[in-house]
């Protein structure tokens, strides 16, 4: 069996779908599991590369993940769409993450480590809440 050098995950409530693929981009494995069973299979993996859809729990996961040793890439869904080959599911999902995190050009997001980087993220969004809020505030009031 090849060694894992990436996996994506798509991320959900309840069942994750993983996708296990070797340096040259072979499939090595396909799997679901749940939350408990997510932890306890990504403990057990040698180190590698996690690719997962920016999204609300990927920052959470992600620091899971990064403290078991793996290296995360965060990429946004626009630039996954793209490489979904069939119907759109968990599957083709997770095998269109694997996909577009192997391209060496994708952009992808850091995963906020410490602290302070969470309290900013955090601040920021309470920023643009507000000013989202009242612009359309404004917009409602009429001429």
Known sequence: MSEVAMIGIDLAKRV???????????????KKLTRIQLLAFM???????????ACATAHSWGREFE??????????????KPFVKRQKNDVADAEAIVEA????????????????TRLCCAR???????????SSVRSSDGP
């Open 16 to 30: 994750f779908q993983l996708h296990g693929a070797c340096a040259i981009g072979a499939v090595v494995f396909r």
């Open 43 to 53: 403990s057990q993996q040698s180190t590698c590369v996690v690719a997962m859809e």
């Open 67 to 80: 403290k078991l040793g793996h290296t995360v890439r965060l990429i946004a869904p626009n630039y996954v």
């Open 101 to 116: 995190a192997s391209r060496p050009t994708m952009p992808s997001k850091l995963v906020p480590t410490t602290p302070r």
């Open 124 to 134: 920021n969004r309470k920023r643009v809440s507000a000013e989202y809020q009242n």
